[in-house]
């Protein structure tokens, strides 16, 4: 007879991907996500397969945490003033606890290597590039531009960002301001 989880799935996995974004996904080991889940390792390769498992539905649960930001931008009507607030809105989000955390996403991106799971890489670049098409979609909003130099801004504003959330793990918020003022003046 299968035993009844003693744990709400969704805390656990905030719990873990709280841990990931603070120390990373490779730092990261068993042992500390059954210490922060508070959970065995039995029950978590029982409800989540891997340490490869919990990380991927960690992602999920930051998409989700994310997704207030997101949805303002992808509701915004006013171009690049929306895109610049989402720069702004992303700080605040990443300070959320009161500790410089970055962005899950970028901090995973920056640290994997070749050999990573290709779960994991196909994760990170779904959820870039759905980032990517939003911050197109805004540039559309206030632009004559032609696609071509659209795609462009957007990639641009995807490197912007990665540089943002490397940046708000260590800058001020004044110097975090100035390098958001600045990505935008070279629109």
């Not at 905030?14 to 841990?19: G, Y």
């Not at 032609?146 to 801004?153: H, R």
Request: charged share 25%.
């Amino acid at each position: 007879m299968a035993r009844k989880k003693e744990y709400i799935e969704e805390e656990v996995i905030e719990k873990a991907m709280n841990l990931f974004w603070r120390n990373g996904y490779e730092t990261t080991s068993m042992q500390m996500l059954e210490k922060e889940m508070g959970i065995n390792k039995f029950s978590i390769y029982s409800s989540f397969g891997s340490k490869n498992g919990v990380f991927l539905e960690s992602i999920k649960c930051y998409k989700e945490k994310l997704r207030k930001i997101t949805d303002k931008l992808k509701a915004s009507s006013n171009g690049s003033i929306g895109l610049k607030q989402y720069f702004y809105d992303f700080v605040e989000f990443s300070k959320e606890t009161n500790i410089a955390k970055g962005c899950l996403i970028t901090n995973t991106a920056n640290e994997l290597g070749e050999d990573a799971d290709p779960k994991i890489q196909e994760e990170l670049t779904k959820f870039i590039n759905t980032i990517r098409s939003l911050f197109a979609n805004n540039l559309k909003q206030n632009s004559t531009q032609d696609d071509a130099t659209l795609i462009e801004q957007a990639d641009y504003l995807i490197v912007a960002m990665f540089g943002l959330s490397s940046a708000s793990r260590v800058f001020n918020t004044k110097q975090l301001n100035n390098y958001i003022e600045n990505t935008f003046t070279n629109l």
